[in-house]
C-alpha cells in the first residue's frame, strides 16, 4: 500500500542539528510534492516546507526558513528534512505528508520526535 | 496568511449522538478546504477534501459543507473509534498549509 515510512526519534542538544528521512513506496516518487509539518505537544500542526520531488524545488515557512533544509534522493524514494540550530522550541513530532497538486495533504508518515533538550 | 478558527475547542457528545464541528478562515478559501482526524499518538488522516469530498476508506457518516470562508463537518451518529481531534486545514493560498487550531471530540 501507498506509505510514507520515516527514521527513528531523535534527541538532540540546543545547537545541534536534526536530519529526519521519509521513504515512499507504492507510488511513483516524482509524481507528488513532500511537504513537511510539525506538532509540538498539545498544539496544532504547522506547516514547515514542501519540495518538488521532481525537480527539487522548495517552498519554506518564513519562520524556518534561514534553518531549514529539505531535499529528496529520487535513487531511493526519500525524501529528507534538517533543522539546524535546535532549541527547546523545537521539540516535536515532525511529519511527512504526501502533497498532491493544488490538493491537501493525502498521506502521512507515522512521525518522527524530535527532543531538544540539555 | 490565512488564520483558520475552529470552534467550540471541545465537544462532549455521546455514542450516537450527531456532532457538528465549524471552521472559519480569515478570507475566502473557495471550497479549498480539508478536515483531518487525529487520534493520540498517530499522524493526521484525511479526511474529506474540497470542502465536501470523503477521502477514500472513510465512512458516509463523515460529511463536510461549506464554502468561501464558513465550513462544517458533520459526523452523523458518533461511533467509538470517532472520538479524537479535528483539524481543517486551507490550501487555498499555497504555501503555506494552514491548520485550525483543533476541536477535540470527546465522550459525554
Known amino acids: 500500500q501507498v506509505q510514507l515510512v520515516q527514521s527513528g526519534a531523535e534527541v538532540k542538544k540546543p545547537g545541534a542539528s536534526v536530519k529526519v528521512s521519509c521513504k515512499a513506496s507504492s507510488y511513483t516518487f516524482t509524481n507528488f510534492g513532500i511537504s513537511w509539518v510539525r506538532q509540538a505537544p498539545g498544539q496544532e500542526p504547522e506547516w514547515m516546507g514542501w519540495i518538488s520531488t521532481y525537480n527539487g524545488n522548495t517552498q519554506y515557512s518564513q519562520k524556518l526558513q534561514d534553518r531549514v533544509t529539505m531535499t529528496t534522493d529520487t535513487s531511493t524514494n526519500t525524501a529528507y528534512m534538517e533543522l539546524r540550530s535546535l532549541s527547546s522550541d523545537d521539540t516535536a513530532v515532525y511529519f511527512c505528508?504526501?502533497?498532491?497538486?493544488?490538493?491537501?495533504?493525502?498521506?502521512w508518515g507515522q512521525g518522527t520526535m524530535v527532543t531538544v533538550s540539555s | 496568511e490565512i488564520v483558520m478558527t475552529q470552534s467550540p475547542a471541545t465537544l462532549s457528545v455521546s455514542p450516537g449522538e450527531r456532532a457538528t464541528l465549524s471552521c472559519r478562515a480569515s478570507q475566502s478559501i473557495s471550497s479549498n478546504l480539508a478536515w483531518y482526524q487525529q487520534k493520540p499518538g498517530q499522524a493526521p488522516r484525511l479526511l474529506i477534501s474540497?470542502?465536501?469530498t470523503r477521502a477514500t476508506g472513510i465512512p458516509a457518516r463523515f460529511s463536510g459543507s461549506g464554502s468561501g470562508t464558513e465550513f462544517t463537518l458533520t459526523i452523523s451518529s458518533l461511533q467509538s473509534e470517532d472520538f479524537a481531534v479535528y483539524y481543517c486545514q486551507q490550501y487555498n493560498n499555497w504555501p503555506p498549509d494552514t491548520f485550525g487550531q483543533g476541536t477535540k471530540l470527546e465522550i459525554q
Open positions: 505528508a504526501r502533497k498532491p497538486t493544488g490538493l491537501p495533504l493525502d498521506i
Open positions: 474540497g470542502a465536501s
